[in-house]
């Protein structure tokens, strides 16, 4: 079974960037994996997923800005993410893309303020 642990998360200001990483233990090539976030109060949400074979797709809030890749050699899936809002401010979680969702991670806190 596959595990999650995030990392890369932190204070930034409005504008700036970040790059979060996912190390996943387990079988990892054969999924579609997918970054989430869960902002105070709000449920959590897909905002960008990438298919085992590289093909992504990106939620409205995030298309232009954020960028999903993987390494499957070593079993990491990031997030790089630019030109950061306070709406990003959230806890970013990775998990599958499709099917039935594994056990969730810890996350990692992004906070956007100046």
């Known amino acids: 079974q596959v595990r999650f642990v995030e990392s890369g998360g932190g204070l930034v200001q409005p504008g700036g960037s970040l790059r979060l990483s996912c190390a996943a233990s387990?079988?990892?090539?054969?999924?579609?994996l997918g970054w989430y976030r869960q902002a105070p109060g709000k449920q959590r949400k897909l905002v960008a997923r990438i298919s085992s074979g590289g093909r992504t797709n990106y939620g409205d809030s995030v298309k232009g800005r954020f960028t999903i890749s993987r390494d499957n050699a070593k079993n990491t899936v990031y997030l790089q993410m630019n030109s950061l809002k306070s709406e990003d401010t959230a806890v970013y979680y990775c998990?599958?893309?499709?099917?039935?969702?594994?056990?969730w991670g810890q996350g990692t806190q992004v906070t956007v303020s100046s």
């Open positions: 998990n599958v893309a499709v099917g039935q969702i594994l056990d």
């Open positions: 387990g079988v990892f090539s054969i999924y579609a």
